[in-house]
């Protein structure tokens, strides 16, 4: 078990722009998209609201593998979580997705579409990919990482 450490969730609560999502097509094609809506969820999951359907969510349909890549030059921080996406149309984290896009139209004074989905990843693997010697180590257990 992968456990996301306090410094990612940290990062992830005071990122300053979206983080990113890479998925791979059925042909082996990547895609990668910025996600603003991507948080943590608990100590193994990150969460976003899916509301475009498009490649990013039919990849994910083929292919659930993914890689998040989130950085912070102000924080000093930059990290790679790789693990596998859920797609859940219903139930509670759903029901937070739409509550959250509602909450997002009002602030907006626009109607944003209800969500099609919330994706929620089983995060398997985290990364440093800060320059230097810490790039690309692999942290069997985030807690033992400080930057």
């Known amino acids: 078990m992968v456990e996301i450490s306090n410094e990612v969730k940290k990062l992830f609560e005071e990122k300053e722009g979206p983080a990113f999502i890479a998925t791979v097509d059925g042909g082996g094609k990547p895609n990668v998209v910025s996600k603003g809506s991507l948080k943590v969820l608990d100590d193994e999951h990150l969460w976003y609201i899916e509301s475009a359907g498009k490649k990013t969510y039919e990849n994910l349909k083929k292919n659930p ?3 998040v890549a989130l950085a912070s030059q102000e924080k000093m921080g930059a990290y790679q979580l790789r693990g596998k996406a859920e797609l859940v149309t219903e139930g509670r984290l ?3 997705a739409v509550k959250r896009m509602e909450e997002i139209s009002s602030k907006l004074g626009v109607s944003l579409p ?6 929620r990843i089983k995060v398997d ?3 440093s990919i800060l320059p230097g010697p810490m790039g ?3 942290f069997a257990n985030m807690h033992a990482h400080v930057i």
């Open 65 to 67: 593998h993914v890689a």
């Open 94 to 96: 759903y029901e937070q």
């Open 114 to 119: 209800k969500p099609i989905a919330a994706i």
């Open 125 to 127: 693997e985290i990364y």
């Open 136 to 138: 690309g180590e692999r």
